[in-house]
């Protein structure tokens, strides 16, 4: 029987040059320090795949210390396995939007009560949002991340969490890459 895996989301490293962490650098000091099992990456904007720790919660908040150590960058760890990416795409609320358009904001815990309404007051026409537990969907429309009001400052102060957000193809090869 195979472990299963999972993935492990850092937010806002490797874009625009800020937050750089090498990611073949940051393989290694998971393996060695942290003892995480068959670990890869996949691109280099912070998805990080492994054997599914037995405890999510001391994995995060180790591995989010020993970046913030090893490269000074202090960024969110957001973990999902495999089940809960699977499960997350299956229940895609916008089967009709555009891949690279549509985007899932993983969370790292429950948002604020009020989190969708504020949010749905700042969309652009065309924009959709769905929140589904501790993952928000936003259909970008046709202005895309770039023309939007939901800017990472709005989203963290409506849903009072840390988030990362992934577009519907990386989530895609997430569940491929994750499945055991």
Same mark, same amino acid.
């Given at each position: 029987?195979?472990?299963?895996?999972?993935?492990?989301?850092?937010?806002?490293?490797?874009?625009?040059?800020?937050?750089?962490?090498?990611?073949?650098?940051?393989?290694?000091?998971?393996?060695?320090?942290?003892?995480?099992?068959?670990?890869?990456?996949?691109? +280099?904007?912070?998805?990080? %795949?492994?054997?599914?720790?037995?405890?999510?919660?001391?994995? !995060?908040? @180790? #591995?989010? &210390? $020993?970046?913030?150590?090893?490269?000074?960058?202090?960024?969110?760890?957001?973990?999902?396995?495999?089940?809960?990416?699977?499960?997350?795409?299956?229940?895609?609320?916008?089967?009709? +939007?555009?891949?690279?358009? %549509?985007?899932?904001?993983?969370?790292?815990?429950?948002?604020? !009560?009020? @989190? #969708?309404? &504020? $949010?749905?007051?700042?969309?652009?026409?065309?924009?959709?949002?769905?929140?589904?537990?501790?993952?928000?969907?936003?259909?970008?429309?046709?202005?895309?991340?770039?023309?939007?009001?939901?800017?990472?400052?709005? %989203?963290?102060?409506?849903?009072?969490?840390?988030?990362?957000? !992934?577009?519907?193809?990386?989530?895609?090869?997430?569940?491929?890459?994750?499945?055991?």
């Amino acid at each position: 029987m195979t472990t299963p895996r999972c993935a492990m989301l850092l937010r806002a490293v490797n874009v625009g040059g800020a937050g750089r962490v090498p990611m073949a650098e940051l393989r290694s000091l998971l393996a060695e320090q942290l003892g995480l099992r068959n670990v890869s990456t996949y691109i +280099a904007s912070g998805n990080i %795949l492994c054997e599914a720790p037995e405890d999510p919660d001391s994995t !995060r908040a @180790a #591995v989010r &210390a $020993l970046i913030r150590d090893a490269f000074a960058v202090d960024t969110p760890v957001i973990l999902r396995t495999h089940d809960r990416l699977a499960r997350i795409l299956a229940e895609n609320p916008f089967p009709d +939007a555009e891949d690279k358009l %549509l985007h899932a904001m993983f969370l790292e815990g429950e948002p604020e !009560r009020g @989190a #969708v309404d &504020a $949010l749905t007051e700042r969309l652009r026409p065309g924009e959709r949002i769905a929140l589904r537990g501790e993952d928000l969907w936003v259909d970008y429309a046709a202005g895309g991340v770039h023309a939007t009001a939901l800017t990472r400052p709005v %989203l963290d102060k409506a849903l009072g969490v840390a988030g990362t957000a !992934r577009n519907l193809r990386t989530v895609r090869k997430l569940v491929e890459l994750t499945a055991s």
